[in-house]
């Protein structure tokens, strides 16, 4: 039987030879291509400003520094989401609340949310599960009453809107990850966007060790100061020429990632045992995620049968030891965590996925649940 991978990244032979063109040129970093990505990165998203990164968890981190959180303060996150977001709220010595979510969205739930409020809570940083995007009205409109900063983790939601916004433009930022399973990839990387120009020069100093010129501002070498610590979570320029095409190219790889949702959808319509999100205009689909009560038996069958899936996650972030430890947690108050992380598969979506094998994989788990 043929095998279906997972996922396959959408990079094309045009690609490869401008990374190729790139890495001839020696000139590998500090480029123009860094600042051509982060411009389409602004035009895709409508974001005044965006800031290249090594990646999400980077972007992550100095977000969560540019806003300012630290010791003493709670910051809000949902129990189900990659490790990554409550590291960096921790990175900063400020403490990472668990919220449980919504079943089977993934995404935050606000009635837990509200009732994880202290009057530490300095941030909320919420997570579009899968790409399926939050009710940032109802997030923001709560939060914005309760003096708390919203930070979006758009890891998964490259190409997400609510009500015809981008994802990462209803907090102070969005953070975006390129990973290779992503929508778009440049090996490892990400983004930051925001709207806010003094939040900008605070990242843009924060990922480059606190330097306070760009080398193109410079009037001489050498020519700059360090007013504050900082890191080095720059992006290649040959990572970023790699962004600038596949940015370029988003939207039809978008647009075919709809296609393929809707006959997921079309497919598991009159199954019984399987439950999945309504089709979404909205959502960009990082992964089409169905919900099986015999989630492992079907894992482990698909494997046999050469058919790659992912599990966006099983455990809930209270249940990793350090956190459980540090934090005395149970996950007896994160029910739906709990829930969705022991029925969720993340199925096959990328552009060079047919449609034949779509309905392979759905054929394959009906007989199955
Ligand atoms: C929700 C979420 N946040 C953050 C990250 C971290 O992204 P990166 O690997 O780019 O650091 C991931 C990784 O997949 C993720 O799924």
Known sequence: MKEIKFSIP??????????????????????????????????????????????????????????????????????????????????????????????????????????????????LIVVHMA??????????????????????????????????????????????????????????????ITNDKNFYDKIRKLKAFGIDKDIKDRKKQGDYDVKSLGFNYRMTDFQAALGYNQVKKYKKNLATRHKIAKRYIKNFSKVKNIRFMPYSKDSSYFVFQIFCKNRDNILRELKRKKIGVSVHYSNPLPKMTFYKKKYNLSLKNFKFASIYGKRNISLPMYPKLKINEVDKICDTIIKLV
């Open 10 to 123: 959408n990079i094309s032979k045009q690609d490869i030879n401008l990374v190729g063109k790139i890495i001839r040129s020696g000139w590998l970093t500090h480029g123009k291509y860094t600042s051509l990505f982060e411009n389409e990165i602004k035009k895709f998203t409508k974001a005044k400003y965006a800031v290249s990164v090594s990646s999400c968890t980077a972007g992550l981190h100095i977000s969560c520094l540019a806003a300012g959180f630290k010791k003493g303060d709670e910051v809000i996150i949902p129990a189900q989401t990659h490790t990554a977001t409550a590291h960096a709220v921790e990175y900063t010595g400020a403490k990472a609340i668990f919220s449980d979510v919504d079943y089977p969205s993934g995404n935050i739930s606000l009635i837990d949310l509200k009732r994880k409020v202290t009057k530490k809570t300095k941030g």
């Open 131 to 192: 790409g399926y995007p939050c009710d940032m009205k109802k997030i923001m409109t709560f939060c914005k009453k309760n003096k708390i900063q919203v930070l979006e983790d758009c890891a998964h939601a490259m190409g997400s809107f609510f009500k015809g916004v981008h994802a990462g433009n209803f907090g102070v930022s969005g953070s975006f990850s390129f990973y290779p399973t992503k929508q778009i990839t440049t090996g490892e990387g990400g983004v930051v």
